[in-house]
């Protein structure tokens, strides 16, 4: 067990690992995930990856493999199944879990709660108590910064009270209460919540990167999918904000910087038992007009936009205190919007239909506002 080997004190650095540990990743296939394998292995770790695919293909994790020449057991598996669950642990003798299998979109959680708290929190419960079972008890877990809610001033601190105003949210804050309780009540876990801000961009390779089914809801990936020809234009939600452009401000963090995040929380709690919390973000905030300027620029020419009515629950403006990450971690962004926006599109011109080699029949491109 990484606790009774690791004797690593003081601020780590970030792509030092206390020694080479065996690491389950949940969510590993995934856009976040993928990345973060990624970097786990040039950090010399082992990698067992755990998903179900409901969002994501093997294939990032062939090309993750193309990338470091190392290679990541995978275990098609669902979390809410405890036995397949508990049968990864059986196998792997693992040292710790990143955890960011989940399900992500806000509107569909609003729509869809059941789905949201079963999939989140009964996955969640069934992975601790094979964690605990196995005596694996050291955990990095995907929280966001849709915990802080509408009412804090920003920038947002981890010491602020949280409250989430949507489903998916909301999962992230029992998450993090689950964890917090069971850290409190047993001194030997160690856990890390780390709320991320906005990320964007792909591994400079170009290899692999975000691929959202169906119409995206996030900003950058929508414009990719402009600059593609896949969509006609991007809606900009809301120019009327108080803010510089009239437009709404967030704070975007490249997931390769994220990633390599994952790396130092790790190393961190290795040696230190408890509860703790960092946002990951770069203490900036970036307009959607800035975004879609700087990806103008990566791809050489003009994207169309229109400017339209504010998208229901979004804040004018928000971005992190990254200053706890950078004391503790030793960790801060390393990449500018521009960086994102070239990595991005590098992704997205390589890749246009993502890890399908082509446009996929019935994959929902005629919704497309005319794309
Ligand atoms: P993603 O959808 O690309 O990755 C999540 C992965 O989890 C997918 O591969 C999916 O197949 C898998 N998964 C979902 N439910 C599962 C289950 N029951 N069992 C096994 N696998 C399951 O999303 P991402 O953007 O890489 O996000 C990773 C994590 O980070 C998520 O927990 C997300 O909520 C969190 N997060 C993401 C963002 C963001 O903007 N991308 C921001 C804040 C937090
Ligand atoms: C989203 C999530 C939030 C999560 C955060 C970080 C939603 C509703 N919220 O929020 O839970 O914590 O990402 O990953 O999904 N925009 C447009 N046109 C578009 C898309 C977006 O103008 O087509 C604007 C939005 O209004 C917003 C900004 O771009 O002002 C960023 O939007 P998005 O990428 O969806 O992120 P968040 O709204 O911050």
């Known amino acids: 067990m990484l606790q009774h080997r690791s004797t690593q004190s003081g601020v780590a650095p970030i792509s030092a690992s206390v020694e080479t540990m065996k690491i389950l990743v949940t969510g590993g296939t995934g856009y976040i995930g993928s990345h973060t394998v990624l970097s786990l292995q040039e950090a010399g770790h082992d990698v067992v990856v755990l998903d179900n695919l409901v969002n994501s293909s093997e294939e990032s994790l062939r090309r993750v493999s193309e990338l470091t020449g190392k290679t990541a057991a995978f275990h098609k598996v669902d979390l809410v199944d405890e036995p397949a669950v508990e049968a990864v642990f059986d196998q792997h003798q693992i040292d710790a879990v990143i955890h960011f299998a989940g399900l992500k979109a806000v509107g569909e959680s609003v729509q869809e709660p059941l789905a949201y708290y079963y999939n989140n929190i009964v996955g969640t419960l069934n992975l601790l108590r094979a964690m605990d079972k196995h005596n694996v008890r050291s955990i990095v877990f995907s929280s966001s910064a849709t915990v802080y809610g509408e009412h804090n001033p920003i920038p947002y601190i981890e010491k602020m009270e949280i409250g989430a105003n949507n489903p998916y949210g909301r999962t992230k804050e029992q998450i993090e209460d689950i964890l917090s309780d069971l850290g409190n009540a047993d001194d030997r876990w160690h856990i890390a919540l780390l709320r991320y801000f906005n990320p964007v961009g792909a591994h400079p390779s170009g290899r692999i990167g975000e691929d959202p089914q169906g119409i995206p809801n996030n900003l950058v990936p929508f414009i990719a999918q402009v600059a593609v020809g896949r969509r006609e234009k991007l809606m900009v939600f809301g120019g009327d904000y108080d803010t510089p452009d009239g437009t709404a401000q967030r704070d ?72 706890s990450a950078l004391a503790d971690l030793g960790w801060s962004t390393t990449k500018n919007v521009d960086q994102m926006c070239e990595d991005h599109w590098r992704w997205q011109k390589n890749n246009p239909y993502g890890y399908n080699a082509a446009e996929p029949a019935a994959a929902g491109n005629a919704q497309a506002s005319g794309a």
């Open 252 to 323: 975007y963090i490249h997931v390769v910087d994220l990633a390599d995040g994952h790396v130092a929380a790790l190393n961190y709690i290795a040696g230190r038992p408890g509860v703790r919390r960092w946002n990951l973000g770069s203490g900036r905030g970036s307009s959607v007009l800035e975004v879609l300027r700087s990806f103008e620029k990566a791809v050489g020419q003009p994207i169309p936009y229109e400017i339209t009515g504010r998208r229901a629950g979004d804040l004018p403006a928000f971005w992190a205190d990254a200053s």
